[in-house]
């Protein structure tokens, strides 16, 4: 097969219109809403076109396999002698996006995947164990709050009854949402799976600056969400003396500029993305706002004293206000330190660098249970969550080459 990059584009065409919004040219592909509905039936069209059968766990994550789902026979008709061990190799991302989000942060691992599987064929590859293609559901946690929620959930790294709580702005319940209870931990799925990688665009400048289409991931930074709930009292704007204010927004807003300086102190990030104010009028003091404190940072120790930090400037000023905070840890992922060894033999392969990353994917989940690795794909902008991430159709063909090359060295040999 030829023109990699134009196969990349035609298949990348046929998802690229779903849930684009036309003002802002991002996406709005929220965790089991109808567009990403579509997404996940384009992924099993997919599949069934290349005699893939899909399996959906209890946790709303489905599976492409290549190669009998039992691990015994390849249950695929195109294939002479398709793979018949266990121990499977996992790849794919996920569908769905942050609010008005980018194009590739998700679905390039899953166009991707399917494309490289279509590379084997072609070569005709003979993996001896079962290539299997994934599409986590709620990575982002732009729905219900948590990231990487389906594969927290396969993983047992949540629980259960808190995942199946957790509700949308609407009010909708993550059960109600994917049509029944999660089913959360599931061991003998895990178990079928011997490695898991995740090709995913670069959210950062890094290969930009390298030169280089595509790099292996090191690691990702501990990080984690914190809800930050200030109360004070509504009241009339106009008639309300200066000092009799019991103000929330006044301890948010010195927050924000607190933990902008504290992750600036410490080499670490912090950012409050997200603020939610009661009752919202521009005419009246509010009487709650609540804003979400997204902090990452290289080291554990530094992230802890860099939250601690800010909570504790958080709470005098609002002793100082006459406001009650209340802090909620929302979600956290500690520092994830991929496979050094996978890592590395898969660096030397592809002659590709090695990154750390800020970002957090499901394969920092699944790399507490089973060997995992990342490929990330140069992205021109170095920008990510926002309409202007990119990656040329040359870059994305590179990594789906890359990818089935991992594919190769992992399921053939
Ligand atoms: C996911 O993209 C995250 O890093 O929040
Ligand atoms: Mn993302
Ligand atoms: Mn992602």
């Given amino acids: 097969m030829s023109d990699l990059p134009g196969r ?4 990348w065409d046929g998802i690229a219109p779903v849930g684009r919004d036309a003002d802002s040219g991002g996406y709005l592909r929220y965790a089991l809403t109808a567009p990403e509905l579509r997404l996940r039936e384009w992924f099993r069209a997919q599949a069934d076109h290349r005699g893939m059968p899909v399996s959906e766990d209890g946790n709303g994550n489905l599976f492409a396999w290549w190669g009998d789902p ?25 569908f769905d996006s942050v609010p008005h989000g980018g194009a590739y942060d998700g679905p ?31 990575e982002e946690g732009a729905r219900f709050g948590v990231p990487c929620l389906g594969s927290r959930l396969l993983t047992g790294e949540i629980d259960v009854d808190r995942a199946a709580g957790l509700r949308d702005a609407a009010g909708v319940s993550f059960a109600e949402a994917l049509g029944h209870r999660p089913a959360g931990a599931d061991p003998a799925l895990l178990g079928r799976f011997a490695a898991f990688v995740e ?31 200030l109360r004070g009292e509504g009241n009339h704007a106009g008639t309300t003396r200066m000092a009799d204010r019991r103000d929330p927004m006044l301890t948010f807003a010195f927050t924000v500029l607190a933990a902008n300086k504290e992750a600036r102190l410490r080499g670490a990030h912090a950012t409050v993305g997200r603020v939610a104010v009661e009752p919202n009028a521009t005419n009246a003091i509010p009487s709650k706002v ?28 609002a002793r100082r206000d006459g406001t009650a905070l209340t802090v909620t840890p929302e979600s956290t992922t500690p520092l994830v330190a991929f496979d050094g060894g996978l890592a590395g033999r898969l660096a030397s392969l592809l002659a590709a660098p090695v990154l750390p990353t800020g970002a957090g994917h499901d394969a920092g989940v699944l790399a507490a249970h089973l060997p995992t690795a990342m490929l990330f794909v140069r992205n021109p902008t170095g920008v990510s969550h926002s309409p202007a991430e990119s990656a040329t159709d040359d870059d994305c063909a590179a990594g789906v080459v890359a990818l089935a090359r991992v594919l190769e060295e992992l399921a053939c040999h």
């Fill in 199 to 229: 090709l995913h665009v670069e959210q950062g400048r890094a290969l930009v600056d390298a030169d280089a289409p595509v790099a292996v991931a090191s690691a990702i930074w501990p990080h984690g969400r914190w809800r930050f709930e």
């Fill in 70 to 94: 039992t691990g015994t026979r390849d249950s695929s008709t195109q294939d002479r002698d398709g793979p018949t061990r266990g121990g499977a190799v996992l790849t794919g991302s996920h």
């Fill in 290 to 317: 609540t804003g979400w404190l997204d902090a990452r940072a290289a080291e554990p120790e530094t992230l802890h004293d860099l939250v601690e930090a800010v909570q504790a400037k958080a709470a005098e000023r």
């Fill in 8 to 11: 990349f584009r035609e298949l």
């Fill in 108 to 138: 390039l691992g899953i166009v991707s995947a399917f494309l490289a599987v279509d590379e084997l064929r072609a070569a005709r590859a003979t993996p001896v164990r079962p290539v299997v293609v994934a599409a986590f559901v709620e």
